[in-house]
Structures are given as C-alpha cells and as structure tokens.
C-alpha cells in the first residue's frame, strides 16, 4: 500500500466487516485510547459496520481532553505575569479552567502566543532576553520526546529564561486504571499507534496478562481500525490474551529508541491528575531534579491548586468510556465547540468534538415511529456517504 485512499477501500472494509461478523459468538466491550482513532471511527462511522454484539467505547485518548482544571488555572496565573510570554499549541488556548481559559487571559493582555514546534520557543527566548518564556508541555509519549529535546537544548544553550509547565501523562498507567475499575466493562483495548511508534508495546505485556485482556497496536485509517477490531475479536473469541501488533508498518516492539532515551534522560514518572478521572499513580511525567531549573511550577512559586468542580459536564463518564458524547444532556444545545463546557468539546481529538462534527445530524433527527434512525440520519450514518471511498 503506498497511497492514503488504499487505507479506505470501501470493498475492503466491507470484507473485514463481513469477517468480524463471523467471529463473533457473544457481545464483547473494546476500547480505543486514541483521540484520532476516535474520530476515524465516528467520522468513517465504522462501528455502524461492526455486528451488533461488538461494542466500540472511546478512552482517555486525547491529551487536552485529561489536562486537569487546576494545570488551566496555574498556565492562567503564569501567562498574566507582566514579565512571561505564554506559549502553547492552538487547542490549548480554549480549554476551560476554573473560571476562564488561556484566550479571556489573552483578551486581558497575557502575552500568550500559539506555536506550532517546542522547538519555536528557544527562538522566542533567544530573541526576548528581558522576558521568561514559558511552553505549555502537554500531552501523551507522543510529544515527550519533542518536550524533552526543548528542554536539553535550552540546557546545552544556557538558556535561563526558558522553562516549561509539564502535563505529560501516560497510556498503560490509565488503561490499567480503567482495567482495575469496579464498573470496568472493557474487554479488549486498541492501542494507539502513534504512542507505541514512539514507546513499543512491551510494557503493555505485563497489563494484558494480569487483567486477561488483548491488547492490539492499532494504526489510524479505516482498514487500520477494521484489522485491529477483528484481530482483538478472534482473541477474545479464542480466549487469548496476547499485546498483537496490527501497525507493524511503523511500530517496532521497543520502539525508537532515541525518543525513549531523551525523555529518560529529561523526565522520570510521577503520579498525574487527570480531568474529570482523577489522580492516576505513575501515569505523568516531571522534570527530573537535573532540569529543575526549567520547572515553571517551581519557578513562579503558585497558589494552591483550585479544585475540580462537579458541574452538568460529564466528560469523566466519557473519556472512561462510561458515557457516550451524545448521551449528555447539553451535547450540541448548551455545549458545542463554540461553547464548550467541557474539554472532550474542545480539542480536535477530543470524543464530544468528533460526535458533534460527524453525529449531529443524526443524534438531532427525532426518532420515526418504526425506527430510531430516519431517512436522512442514516445517511449521515453511512459509512460510504462519510469518505470511504
Ligand atoms: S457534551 Fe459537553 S458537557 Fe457533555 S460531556 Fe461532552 S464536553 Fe462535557
């Protein structure tokens, strides 16, 4: 396969669909724990292929979505100092803290500026001598190693007017929490293969043995998904509980090895919140004590943390795959991308996000007398009128 489009063919898709059917002997729960597989799934509307008894539910996969309230609230507190310029990728700016976001702080005169690379912020402390730089360093193993680098190279540069404010946070530890949940209803996990790309699958080894579960490295278009559901189903069908690799194009089982050894070097793990779940053990990642001096946190010396309030979102629920986005009462009424109450509306990963861009128009459409879908929601349901080719 060398094109895009041949990671969409609607014949295939259709055959890998026919094949899962036949599989399938009872209802099995599976999860994806990546915001772009999410979106694949709702936008190519691949589990309207899947047989009825297979059950997909979207995971903590999007890294804005779990960046807890109180790291909005201090990212708030340290953008309005006079003497900092902000600087943070774009999805950032607009997820809600307690009371405000990063663009009412911006409206307010915080210098907050949107960048596209870590990297662009050693040129914003090169030329700002005067001022602290500040990068917003949020995300999965994706970006850590990216995070890292930034970080070593401001040491190597001698560049004192640079730091970073760490939200890193890690897949295993929250896939092994929502495994250990009482209401757990997860059978088998997709796992994302951008993280893996970067990390290798063989610390999800040990978690696939002590909770039975399989486990499939799973790429991000359509066929990618359909393989990785159906080699998890003959798994679960086969009771087999094995880490298989259906992304093997770019996912080595240890990984890159230089991405592991800088944010080694850099970071070491630390127990992490995470919005709307709560705190996770071993599931972030912090400076270690050799780059402290590039902490925001224990630069700017900050007020205690706010709390979480418990408000109408439900984006816990949702991002433990608890709750389906358009089962909260404010989805695409008092909460929509213009008007988020919640991070999982935010950002472009997040799973509210994808069901108000590729569901609305279904989930809107009252309910037929003889059916629960009408004429033009199926349409908007159909796979093939959503891009498969
Ligand atoms: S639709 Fe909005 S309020 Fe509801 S869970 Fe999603 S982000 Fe929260």
Not at 113 to 130: F, G, H, K, M, Q
């Amino acid at each position: 396969m060398k094109y895009l489009d041949e990671y969409r063919g609607r014949d295939e898709a259709r055959r890998y669909a026919r094949a899962i059917a036949q599989l399938v002997t009872r209802p099995w729960t599976i999860m994806e724990v990546c915001g772009g597989q999410t979106h694949a799934i709702v936008r190519f509307g691949i589990d309207d292929l899947l047989p009825d008894g297979i059950r997909l539910v979207h995971g903590p996969g999007c890294p804005v979505c779990v960046t807890p309230v109180e790291l909005i609230d201090t990212a708030i507190q340290i953008a309005l100092r006079e003497e900092v310029i902000f600087c943070s990728f774009g999805d950032m700016l607009r997820v809600p803290g307690t009371d405000r976001d990063l663009f009412a702080a911006k409206a307010r005169g915080a210098d907050v500026r949107i960048v596209y690379s870590p990297l662009d912020t050693l040129r914003v402390a090169r030329e700002n001598p005067d001022r602290e730089v500040v990068f917003f360093a949020v995300g999965f193993e994706t970006t850590a190693p990216a995070n890292a680098a930034l970080v070593r190279l401001a040491a190597r540069q001698n560049l004192r007017n640079l730091s970073i404010l760490v939200s890193h946070v890690l897949v295993p530890p929250a896939m092994e929490a929502i495994l250990a949940a009482p209401d757990n209803r997860v059978q088998g996990f997709l796992a994302a293969g951008h993280v893996c790309t970067v990390m290798g699958f063989d610390e999800y080894e040990p978690l696939a043995r002590r909770y039975r579960v399989p486990i499939v490295v799973t790429g991000f278009e359509p066929l990618d998904i359909l393989q990785g559901v159906c080699m998890c189903v003959k798994q679960l069908e086969e009771g087999r509980c094995d880490v298989e690799n259906q992304y093997s194009r770019c996912v080595q089982r240890t990984g890159n090895r230089d991405a592991r050894q800088v944010i080694t070097e850099v970071f070491e793990i630390v127990p992490r919140n995470w919005r709307g779940i709560g705190t996770i053990p071993h599931s972030g990642l912090g400076l270690r004590s050799t780059y402290s001096a590039f902490d925001a946190e224990r630069r700017f010396g900050l007020a205690a943390p706010s709390v979480e309030r418990a408000g109408e979102c439900l984006s816990g629920l949702v991002l433990q795959g608890l709750r389906r986005p358009d089962a909260c009462p404010a989805f695409g009424t008092r909460c929509t991308p213009e008007h988020p109450l919640g991070a999982t509306m935010v950002s472009s990963e997040g799973a509210c996000a994808a069901y108000y861009r590729y569901r609305r128009a279904a989930t809107r459409e009252p309910a037929p007398r003889d059916s629960h879908r009408t004429v033009q929601a199926e349409a908007a349901r159909d796979p093939v009128s959503r891009g498969l080719p």
